[in-house]
Every structure is written in C-alpha cells, then in structure tokens.
DNA sequence: CGTAGCTTTGAAGATTTTCAACCTTAGTGG
DNA sequence: CCACTAAGGTTGAAAATCTTCAAAGCTACG
C-alpha cells in the first residue's frame, strides 16, 4: 500500500491524486492503470498529431512543447513542466490533436483514458477530480487567451514570465530562478510574437532591472515591477 | 417517458443527452435535474463574475457573451449560441470566472453541478459524455487561441465568420445567414482588434463579396474564398 | 422628427514584423 | 587545447499592420 503510495507520488501524479484523499485501496487502483514511459531525449516524439488516443501524460520531470504545423511553419501551442498533464483535448476526438515533443530529457507516465474513466465511475471522488482537471485546463487557456489577445508586447512577456514562476512554485521548484526550454523563436511562436520581438523585449526588462537573463536561464530580480506591467489586465488570477 | 424526452430536446440539450443513448429511465433522470430559467431580456445578467457557482448553463435560444472588467474597460471572453454551455471554466474553482450577459431575448437551463456529477457517477455514458464536452471545449478555445495568436486581422476574422457558421449549421440553422449580435466593439474586444478594424474588414470582405453585411446581419457569399483567406493557417478544422 | 448609439471612413501615430547583419556559445574535430 | 562551425540570439533600420483620434453617416426608437 505504502508502496504504491510513494509510486504514485514519484509518478507526479501529485497533483492528480494525492490532494483528492483517495484511501490506499482506490490509489491503489489507479496506481495500477498508470504506465510509466520510458525516459525521452530531447527531440523525442511522445505523441504525433493524428495518432488514436492512447490516453492523456502526466509529466514527471523535464519538459514538453506541443505543436501543430502546416507548410511553412510551425506553431507552438503548449508549453508543459512536471507535474501537468498533455492532451486533454484529445479526448474529444479520440484522436491527438497536436504534437508533443520532449524538450530536454524528460519522463513522464501515461493513464490509458478507458481504464481511468472506467475507474473514475467506481470512484466518484476520482471523477470529481478529472472533472477539476479538464476544468482548470479550460481556466487557464482562457485566460492565456485574454491575454494574448490583445496586450502589448512587453504584457504577453510579462504574463509568460509570472506564469511559469507560478507553475514552477507550484511544484515546489524555485519561483524567481528557472531554465526556459523553449527557444525565442518558440516562445515567440507561443504568444503570437516575432523572435526578434521576444528578444528585444527580454533585452528590455533586464536593461530596467526586471530580470537577468543569460541565453535560456532566467532569473526574476523584481517581480512585483513585473506584475505591475500587466496589472490594469483583468486578470483571472492563477491560484 | 416520452414526455421527458421531447422536453429534453425542447432544453436544447439535444447536444448533450441525445448523441448517447441513454435509456428512458435515464434520460428521466438527468432530465428531472435540468432547472429550466426564465427568458432574459437583453443586458440581464446569468450570472456573475465572482460569485458561488450553482451550475453550469446550456443557451436553449438567443446569445450570450461572457466578460471580465477592469477600470478601463470590458474584455470580452465568450460567445455562446443556442446549444452551447457556459461556465465549464468554473467547475475547478467552483466560482464564476466571468459574468455571462444575455445578447438579446434569451432561454436557457440549468444544470446544477453536483447533482449532475451525482447522477455521472451511476451512468457511465453519461460521465464519459461530460468528459468529452468538457475536451472539446479545451480543443475549441485552443483552436481559438491558435487563431488569434499572431495571424493578421484579416484571417481572425474570416476564421471567425467560417467558425459561427459551423456552430450555426451543427445546430441546424443556416451556415450562411444569420445575424452577429455583438457590437463590432465587442467582436473587436473578442478578438483583439480594435472596433474600427473589424469594420474596416467586414467593409474590405464585402467590396471582394466574399460577404454581405448590413450592420448585424451577415450573409455569406463565397465560403471557399473565405477558408481561403485561412488556408495556410494549421487548424485543427472543426467537426 | 430628433436623438443616441452604433458604424464607417480617413489620416496620423504607434507597435510590431521583416530583412539583414552581426554576435555568442556549445560542441566538434583536428 | 584550440579553432571552426552551426545554431541560436541580438540589434538596427525599413516596411507593414494595426490603433488611435477625429469626424461624419446611418438606423432604430421614442
């Protein structure tokens, strides 16, 4: 019991399960539908576009980019750091909708979406909990979407930046001093934003003292300067 | 039964409880949670940013758009036609997010939440067809964000005009005239672009008669230019 | 018939993109 | 161990797009 206990918890799936106070029978049970993946290199596909839905990923360590591409280009639509979960949106469709592609070497483990839902009609406080999941996942793009939807420039950034520090905090990782593994040209892509445009405006919030910045590592030096850029935004704000 | 069911389909719910089969006895069931509200008038309020959720709404007829507002101004967030839900994005939080405003003379039902995730847990179809609405909803704002994110006016709007028309047509109503009814203000707000942009677009689409517009009403001329105008952009296309 | 609110249009200004060149860093092979 | 290379990042200047400001037109409604 004790075991799978931990298991669970090593799997990230923290998030998922634990905060429910599912007994040790039910995590138990929903310990033995997750499969644990093999480890993935930078590069390294975890589901392509089109492919059936096999189930929705928790991330455990690393991180992951997902993508749509037509001829010329290619679009970042996701952007996702241990402990959050891929392709909620495929469930849907029973098809992948996008492309999701390991960032640095990552792992992660995958809950077969038949089996889960089979198991979240036996507990009724499981299904609550995926019900909170796809929920807040359509909290957060919405409100992704206001923001990008119309702010500046340097507010998109500034929103990427608190963000992430939120999403990192979350998990327990250091707020004020990350890696992003998302190059400028991605990250561009991401927000609706040129690579040189992104570039500039980093150059510009550390120039004011905002942030340091060295290639992909970012340190934030002021953050309430920080919120103070997007703070006429009606915001939504992240928990 | 029978009785049960027409009243079902008169809730516009057609969208959520018929695609499934459920038995009769079923259907009974979820329909004997369904709280049928009154009609609104334009400008009466659904519901409210910040307070309690009760439920989450289906629009039986009419409009609604959705907001959030800060000093200066009012962003909208949603717009919702007849067969559409509302408020999915405050089941995590169990608070509404943003105010739900009627766009004209409107119907709609309830569906109180807790009772609804109740009645899931005994009918699996009926648990697994949550799951799925609430996965195409995260799939459609996704491919809204994917829209607006950095493609030019232009093609914001075509991909909005060729949008309402499939939600339009998926409810049996015409794809190729109906009638906006958020100010071009608002449809400006949605999509971040100013008023007078959305006008001088509509105003451009007409002068190419890819559309005729006269103040609310839109007829759609030339579809195919108009998936044209998007063609390039990678879209997950919409059922 | 007049008014208020929405819509359209023009012109100037701001922001962002694009094009181009150059810089920096990490990794490779001599 | 160093020089070279390729990929990513930065910066400047011109061009495109969109917003803002301003004014005027239209329509529905009392």
Redesign the interface.
Same mark, same amino acid.
């Given at each position: 019991m004790l075991k799978s206990k931990i298991s669970c918890q090593q799997c990230a799936l923290k998030s998922f399960c634990l905060p429910i106070g599912l007994s040790d029978s039910e995590t138990q049970q929903l310990n033995a539908i997750i499969k644990r993946g093999q480890p993935l290199n930078k590069g390294d596909i975890l589901y392509q576009k089109g492919q059936k839905l096999n189930g929705i990923y928790a991330v455990i360590s690393g991180s992951f980019k997902t993508y749509?591409?037509?001829?010329?280009q290619r679009?970042i *639509?996701g952007y996702h750091l241990p402990g959050e979960l891929l392709a909620?949106?495929?469930?849907?469709?029973q098809y992948y909708?996008?492309t999701a592609e390991a960032l640095e070497t990552s792992t992660f483990c995958e809950l077969p979406f038949d089996q889960l839902?089979?198991l979240?009609?036996k507990i009724?406080m499981l299904?609550?909990r995926?019900?909170?999941?796809?929920? %807040?996942?359509?909290?957060s793009?919405?409100g %992704?979407?206001?923001v990008?939807?119309?702010i500046n420039a340097n507010e998109a950034l500034a929103y990427f930046l608190i963000d992430i520090s939120h999403r990192y905090a979350q998990r327990g990782f250091s707020a004020n001093d990350f890696f992003l593994t998302l190059s400028r040209g991605e990250l561009g892509s991401?927000?609706?934003?040129a690579e040189e445009t992104v570039s500039r405006i980093f150059s510009s919030f550390q120039k004011q003292g905002l942030i340091k910045i060295t290639r992909r590592h970012i340190e934030i030096l002021d953050m309430p300067a920080l919120k103070e850029i997007i703070v006429? *935004?009606?915001?939504?704000q992240p928990?």
């Amino acid at each position: 019991m004790l075991k799978s206990k931990i298991s669970c918890q090593q799997c990230a799936l923290k998030s998922f399960c634990l905060p429910i106070g599912l007994s040790d029978s039910e995590t138990q049970q929903l310990n033995a539908i997750i499969k644990r993946g093999q480890p993935l290199n930078k590069g390294d596909i975890l589901y392509q576009k089109g492919q059936k839905l096999n189930g929705i990923y928790a991330v455990i360590s690393g991180s992951f980019k997902t993508y749509i591409e037509d001829q010329q280009q290619r679009h970042i *639509i996701g952007y996702h750091l241990p402990g959050e979960l891929l392709a909620l949106d495929a469930i849907s469709s029973q098809y992948y909708s996008c492309t999701a592609e390991a960032l640095e070497t990552s792992t992660f483990c995958e809950l077969p979406f038949d089996q889960l839902s089979a198991l979240t009609a036996k507990i009724p406080m499981l299904q609550n909990r995926v019900f909170t999941l796809l929920s %807040k996942e359509i909290s957060s793009i919405t409100g %992704k979407q206001r923001v990008i939807t119309k702010i500046n420039a340097n507010e998109a950034l500034a929103y990427f930046l608190i963000d992430i520090s939120h999403r990192y905090a979350q998990r327990g990782f250091s707020a004020n001093d990350f890696f992003l593994t998302l190059s400028r040209g991605e990250l561009g892509s991401y927000l609706g934003l040129a690579e040189e445009t992104v570039s500039r405006i980093f150059s510009s919030f550390q120039k004011q003292g905002l942030i340091k910045i060295t290639r992909r590592h970012i340190e934030i030096l002021d953050m309430p300067a920080l919120k103070e850029i997007i703070v006429h *935004i009606a915001l939504n704000q992240p928990d």
